[in-house]
C-alpha cells in the first residue's frame, strides 16, 4: 500500500538513510568516514578510477568525477543529505588567479535539484593574514596576503552563497594538521635536515590541530552549530614556531636547530615555508568547543608524540 507521505510508497531504506557525500578524501576526509561508517551511506568524489578499490573498501560509494571539469558534477546534484567539503582549490593564473572555480562548481551542481540540508567547507586560518600575534575569533575580518589564501577566500563566498538558499552551511578554518600517522605530520624530517628556525624576537605563533581532532570537528559540524557560522578547528595551544619546533627535537632526542634573524631567513628559507613566517596569530576555539561541542586532545605538544 502507498504510505501517507509518498502516493508512490515507502522509500527503500537506502534512500531513508542519511547520504553524506565526502568531497576530498584524502587523510582528514578518510578519517571522518572511519567516524561514519555505519551510521550513514558514505558516498566519496573522486577524479581518479584508480582509487575506486580503495574506497569501495573504506565503506564509501565512490562517485567518479572532476571538480576541474564542471559538467561531470551534474550527477552529484540531489544525491546527498550533507556534504563534507575538503577539496583545496586549483592553482589558477592570469586574472581569475583569486578564484576557486572548483567550489564554484560543485555549489552550482549541488543546486540543479533538492539541496543537501548542511554543508561543511574545510577552510584554512590563512585567510587572516597575519594578525601581529593577536588572540582572534570568529569575528576577526578576513585579509588574505597570498593567492592560495584569497582562493579559500572565495571558495568560502561560494559556500555562503548556498547557504542563502537554505543549505545550513558551517566554515571550519583549519591551522597546521599535525598526526604521527599522517604524511608530514610531524616535524622529524625538518629537524633532521636541520632547517633553521626564527630567533625569539622574531618567531611567529603558530596554530594546531590534531588529524583526529579535525576529523571529529567535520563530522559534529555535519549536525550541529548555527547556519553560517564559522569555527576555529584549532586546539587550545599558544606556541610560537621556533618553541614548537625544539619541543619536538627534545622529545625525539634530536639536535634543536639554529635560530637566525628574519633577514637570513630570507635567502636561506624556501618561499613555502617563508609564507608562514610572515604570518603570526592566536586563534581562539571557544566556539568550536561550545557549540560542536568537540573535545581537543591534550596540546600541550602539539607535535603528534603524546599518548
Known amino acids: 500500500m502507498p504510505s501517507i507521505n509518498s502516493p508512490l510508497g515507502a522509500r527503500p531504506s537506502r534512500f531513508r538513510r542519511e547520504r553524506v557525500l565526502v568531497v576530498g578524501?584524502?587523510?582528514?576526509?578518510?578519517?571522518?568516514?572511519?567516524?561514519?561508517?555505519?551510521r550513514v551511506q558514505l558516498i566519496g568524489l573522486t577524479s581518479s578510477p584508480g582509487r575506486v578499490v580503495l574506497m569501495r573498501e573504506a565503506g564509501?560509494?565512490?562517485?567518479?568525477?572532476?571538480?576541474?571539469?564542471?559538467?561531470?558534477?551534474r550527477r552529484l546534484s540531489g544525491l546527498s543529505t550533507r556534504v563534507l567539503h575538503l577539496a583545496p582549490p586549483a592553482r589558477a593564473e592570469g586574472a581569475q588567479w583569486w578564484r576557486d572555480a572548483r567550489t564554484i562548481a560543485l555549489v552550482r551542481a549541488l543546486r540543479l535539484r533538492s539541496l543537501p540540508a548542511a554543508m561543511v567547507y574545510g577552510s584554512t586560518s590563512g585567510v587572516y593574514g597575519d594578525c601581529g600575534g593577536?588572540?582572534?575569533?570568529?569575528?576577526?575580518?578576513?585579509?588574505?596576503?597570498?593567492?592560495?589564501?584569497?582562493?579559500?577566500?572565495d571558495a568560502e563566498r561560494s559556500v555562503r552563497?548556498?547557504?542563502?538558499?537554505?543549505?545550513?552551511?558551517?566554515?571550519?578554518?583549519?591551522?597546521?594538521?599535525?598526526?604521527?600517522?599522517?604524511?608530514?605530520?610531524?616535524?622529524?624530517?625538518?629537524?633532521?635536515?636541520?632547517?633553521?628556525?626564527?630567533?625569539?624576537?622574531?618567531?611567529?605563533y603558530t596554530n594546531h590541530i590534531h588529524a583526529d581532532d579535525l576529523a571529529r570537528a567535520c563530522v559534529a559540524a555535519l549536525w550541529r552549530g548555527g547556519s553560517q557560522r564559522v569555527f576555529h578547528a584549532s586546539d587550545d595551544s599558544e606556541i610560537k614556531m621556533g618553541d614548537y619546533i625544539d619541543l619536538a627535537a627534545d622529545l625525539y632526542g634530536m639536535p634543536r636547530p639554529p635560530r637566525i634573524a628574519r633577514e637570513q631567513a630570507q635567502t636561506q628559507l624556501p618561499p613555502s615555508l617563508l609564507s608562514f613566517l610572515g604570518e603570526s596569530r592566536r586563534m581562539d576555539n571557544t566556539r568550536l568547543k561550545r557549540e560542536l561541542r568537540v573535545r581537543l586532545r591534550h596540546p600541550t605538544v602539539a607535535t603528534g608524540l603524546a599518548p
Open 25 to 38: 578524501c584524502g587523510d582528514v576526509g578518510l578519517r571522518a568516514v572511519r567516524a561514519l561508517r555505519g
Open 60 to 73: 564509501i560509494t565512490p562517485i567518479v568525477a572532476d571538480l576541474d571539469a564542471p559538467a561531470t558534477l
Open 134 to 153: 593577536a588572540r582572534i575569533n570568529e569575528t576577526r575580518a578576513v585579509k588574505p596576503d597570498t593567492p592560495r589564501a584569497h582562493r579559500r577566500v
Open 161 to 204: 552563497w548556498l547557504g542563502r538558499a537554505g543549505v545550513a552551511v558551517r566554515i571550519l578554518r583549519i591551522p597546521g594538521i599535525y598526526a604521527p600517522d599522517r604524511e608530514g605530520g610531524t616535524p622529524r624530517e625538518r629537524l633532521k635536515k636541520g632547517t633553521p628556525v626564527l630567533r625569539a624576537e622574531d618567531d611567529v
